[in-house]
């Protein structure tokens, strides 16, 4: 029996929130090695198992992989989530960095200063209702399919549902409007796999606060 993936990070979202829906979507079981002190960061970079220095890194299949993109990339093609062919696969890229644009704006809102606060939530909403939002609905309707490449589930899916709850936390009325991007949420979320990951108790991890901010600046000294 092959060992399950271990997961290095810190017990918050971050870049690591994507590969633990990914990871759940795709049916496999991880585990997670919290990264909780400075002395947990240095100990892996020490040894080596930090290519570039920096986490996430996940440990599967004999490798150390880091980077969040080639870990995505990797789930993604392992099991079966990253299309048929070269074009489908181009479109999963394009839909999936568009969803990173906007999720590292969610993100980062922790870290905005008060005083920018309000204009930085006011970017954010635009550009998802106006840039985002609109652009994966169109996707959706072009061609009346329930998934967003060649009408089976990719990696696109889970990572623009992923996005659609950040988006939700920061204000429910922003999905008004896109109706199939809504029953693209309900759609995935009832996958027995998703549904399973959203439920109390999961690795899902919440969204930040500043206590998980506070500890994220003592072990990464930011």
Sequence with gaps: ????????????????????????????????????????????????????????MVEMDGMKLVQTRAILNYIATKYNLYGKDAKERALIDMYTEGVADLGEMIMTLILTPPDQREAKIALIKDRAKNRYLVAFEKVLKSHGQDYLVGNRLS?????????????????????????LLQALKTRIS????????????????????????????KIFRF
């Design 1 to 56: 029996m092959a060992a399950k993936p271990k997961l290095y990070y810190f017990c918050g979202r971050g870049r690591m929130e994507s590969i633990r829906w990914l990871l759940a979507a795709a049916g496999v079981e991880f585990e997670e090695k919290f990264i909780a002190s400075p002395e947990d960061l240095d100990k892996l970079r020490n040894e080596g198992s930090l290519m570039f220095q920096q986490v996430p």
């Design 155 to 179: 990696r696109a899916d889970i990572h623009v549902v992923e996005l659609l709850y950040y988006v939700e936390e920061l204000d429910p009325s922003l999905l008004t409007g896109f109706p």
């Design 190 to 217: 009832n996958l027995p796999n998703v549904k399973k990951f959203l439920q109390p108790g999961s690795q899902r991890k919440p969204p930040l606060d500043e206590k998980v901010l506070e500890e994220a600046r």
